[in-house]
């Protein structure tokens, strides 16, 4: 169904060229349980989490359009088309890396940091459900939120696919207020990952030559082999980011992405 097709996706968050990737869902689903003779898991106790390891970049692109998640999710109230994802996507990862359920009551959303609790209320018939946002999406003009098949039925959207609804957010500022970073936003752009040393400290030093500041050798470890990444950074800003990926392409770089 288009609902279905026009769902969010799963995010990766390495991002090329300053923009994250947008990987494909499981191609192959489990097998399901039939939805007439599955009960929706009860929703949970709406509070305020940790922000998630991973799911929760700066930035990232889809579709050449690049969203900036909010650093709070506190106040947050919006209104706009509601879409949901069931079958297609049930058992695949979400953003957070938890594994998607249609039945629970959850959702994606652009922009508010993950996992986040939010009242969904369908104006077109005044019904409401509490869900936790734990996933990215969606991402086709217009539509502000998805929500689980368990959700789209307590809402009565399922047959429609889409519902105009207002989004608000039950954060109260604790923990995830919490960890907001209090420092100004720095971002440091990766212009290569490589398994010699000499290879990086080669990109390396071109960049340096081309007038880059910042430009470090950083060694990691990676399927138990050493690995060592170009960086340089940090911006301060949206637009000093791209600035900066502009000259590191420009020096030699293949590609540069948001270093995470």
């Known amino acids: 169904m288009n609902a279905a097709r026009n769902a969010g996706c799963l995010l990766a968050l390495a991002a090329l060229a300053g923009c994250a990737r947008e990987p494909l869902r499981p191609a192959s ?20 989490e940790p922000r998630a390891r991973s799911g929760n970049p700066p930035f990232y692109e889809v579709g050449g359009r690049r969203y900036v998640v909010l650093p709070s999710a506190v106040g947050y109230v919006e209104q706009g088309v509601a879409s949901w994802y069931g079958p297609d996507f049930h058992g695949g990862r979400t953003a957070t890396g938890e594994t998607y359920d249609m039945h629970a009551m959850t959702g994606a959303h652009p922009t508010l940091p993950l996992p986040t609790w939010v009242r ?4 077109e018939n005044g019904k409401s459900v509490v869900v936790r946002l734990n996933d990215r999406g969606p991402f086709a003009r217009g539509r502000i939120i998805d929500l689980s098949r368990a959700a789209a039925e ?14 608000q957010s039950l954060a109260t500022g604790g923990a995830l207020q ?7 936003a720095a ?6 990952a490589f398994g010699s040393r000499e290879n990086a400290e080669a990109l390396a030093g071109r960049l340096r030559e081309a007038g880059i500041d ?45 270093a995470l």
Do not use: K
């Open 29 to 48: 689903p489990p097998s399901l349980p039939s939805p007439a003779t599955t009960t929706p898991a009860a929703p949970g106790v709406p509070q305020d």
């Open 120 to 123: 969904v209320t369908n104006l």
């Open 154 to 167: 307590s809402l009565d959207m399922v047959r429609a696919g889409t519902a105009r609804v207002e989004v």
């Open 178 to 184: 919490s960890a907001t970073p209090a420092a100004p």
């Open 187 to 192: 971002y440091y752009a990766q212009a290569g």
């Open 214 to 258: 910042g430009v470090t050798v950083v060694e990691s470890a990676a399927s138990g082999s050493a690995l060592f990444r170009v960086r340089a950074g940090p911006a301060a800003s949206l637009p000093d980011f791209d600035r900066l990926v502009e000259r590191m392409l420009a020096a030699g770089a293949e590609a540069v992405r948001l």
